[in-house]
């Protein structure tokens, strides 16, 4: 796939999952649905909010920061905006049961820290593993 093929893609499934997001939104009545309808809701939302930062990201690595490989830029940017969407979907969901508070603002941001730490390492791991 190319990079161009994988950004119109990518754009497309993101504004299909916007649009998913706006009907939940317009159909659902939060006072009155059930555990289908907030699922429908977090899940909508998180695949939007991952498709928005995976793009965004790719291209502010890829207009500003300019680095060699295309691909791994896409792959860090794919990895990360599922962590980014997970973190504002787990901040939503503790909001929505006045859970949220700065230590567990604090330790889901350290959780998913150290998740992309291990992910990172791992990768950097097989790198040298590869070469030699």
């Given at each position: ?22 009907f ?40 500003i ?14 990895r990360?905006?599922?962590l ?7 901040i939503?969901?503790?909001l929505?049961r ?5 230590l ?29």
């Amino acid at each position: 796939m190319t990079l161009k093929s994988y950004l119109i893609l990518m754009s497309i499934a993101t504004i299909m999952c916007w649009g998913a997001f706006a009907f939940v939104i317009n159909a659902v009545d939060p006072t009155e649905t059930n555990r289908i309808g907030f699922l429908l809701f977090y899940s909508s939302l998180g695949l939007a909010l991952a498709g928005s930062f995976s793009i965004f990201g790719f291209l502010i690595r890829f207009k500003i920061l300019k680095r060699a490989l295309v691909f791994r830029q896409v792959a860090e940017a794919f990895r990360q905006s599922f962590l980014m969407s997970l973190m504002v979907i787990a901040i939503l969901m503790l909001l929505s049961r006045d859970m949220l508070t700065w230590l567990n603002l604090f330790l889901l941001a350290a959780g998913i820290s150290l998740l992309e730490y291990f992910w990172v390492s791992r990768e950097r791991g097989k790198a040298i593993r590869h070469r030699n």
